[in-house]
């Protein structure tokens, strides 16, 4: 029976990383740490960098992307990009990586595993989201994102587990120490997402399948754990039916490896066919 591993590597604005599989095939989502300390993570959670079968990057800034060309050379592992992530990302001449050329709106099979990329709304080149899947399962991962587009929402539906940007408090943003500038860009809708829009998303449009909920890409100046948490808890509440586990993501430090197994078609007491998610 298909089943995901999850991990994120590293969240927040020194370095992205986040280790799915499906048991057989490992792929990383964006590559945003220093290729040794990607290595150094992976092996904390039992895999050799060699054991990795593809890099997807999201977008071109280096809390994204600062590994993955040496990581991928270093390995032999193919690099999955967009044109315009390719050419604001590559360092090395083309014949030290495999760079496979994707498309936003588009999917891509590696292995078992599909994944499906959608545009973001971000001040990027052509930056993406991802909706991994297999079988029943499916993972969402949207990060930089500066609103909840219709295209985000699309591309997280059917999810049942999604990993998702809780980038900054508003109110803390506007009296940060930050210069006025790069103020007016993390707020943006090119920017990135503050709790109050997550919050929005969560209690209005979140997928009802949704079991396993990470937050990510905290802000270290502009946001604590707690804030962010109480606010999708109350989100979530407001929403009302059942509320997905939540799970915090460090900059530091890898997440427990998270195991999901297909959701289980059971009988409820009404003697209609349901699916559980685990
Ligand atoms: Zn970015
Ligand atoms: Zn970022």
Redesign the pocket.
């Given at each position: 029976m298909p089943e995901f591993h999850i991990s994120v590597l590293g969240s927040g604005s020194s370095g992205n990383v986040t280790f799915i599989s499906d048991g057989s095939v490992r792929i990383l989502l964006d590559a945003g740490l220093a290729c040794r300390e990607i290595e150094r993570r992976l092996r904390t959670l039992g895999v050799a960098p060699h054991q990795i079968d593809g890099v997807l990057l999201s977008?071109e800034?280096s809390?994204?992307s600062k590994g993955a060309w040496r990581f991928c050379a270093k390995h032999a592992v193919r690099l999955y990009a967009t044109q315009g992530t390719y050419e604001k990302t590559h360092k090395l001449p083309d014949r030290e990586v495999e760079w496979v050329r994707v498309r936003s709106s588009s999917s891509v099979k590696i292995g078992r595993l599909t994944v499906d990329l959608f545009p973001t709304p971000?001040d990027?080149a052509d930056p993406v989201g991802f909706r991994v899947k297999r079988g029943k399962l499916a993972f969402g991962h949207v990060t930089?994102i500066g609103h909840i587009s219709d295209a985000v929402v699309d591309g997280l539906r059917g999810c049942s587990s999604i990993l998702i940007e809780a980038n900054h408090d508003v109110e803390m943003l506007r009296n940060s120490e930050y210069p006025a500038s790069l103020r007016a860009r993390v707020g943006s809708r090119f920017g990135h997402l503050s709790n109050e829009a997550l919050a929005r998303y969560l209690e209005y449009r979140l997928p009802e399948a949704v079991r396993h909920l990470f937050i990510a890409h905290l802000s270290k100046q502009n946001n604590h754990e707690r804030l962010a948490l109480d606010c999708c808890i109350g989100a979530l509440a407001r929403r009302g039916g059942r509320a997905p586990k939540i799970h915090l993501t460090y900059s530091d430090r890898p997440t427990p490896l998270l195991r999901l197994t297909e959701p289980k078609f059971v009988f409820d007491d009404h003697n209609q066919g349901v699916l559980v998610f685990s």
């Open positions: 977008h800034h809390d994204h971000h990027a930089d």
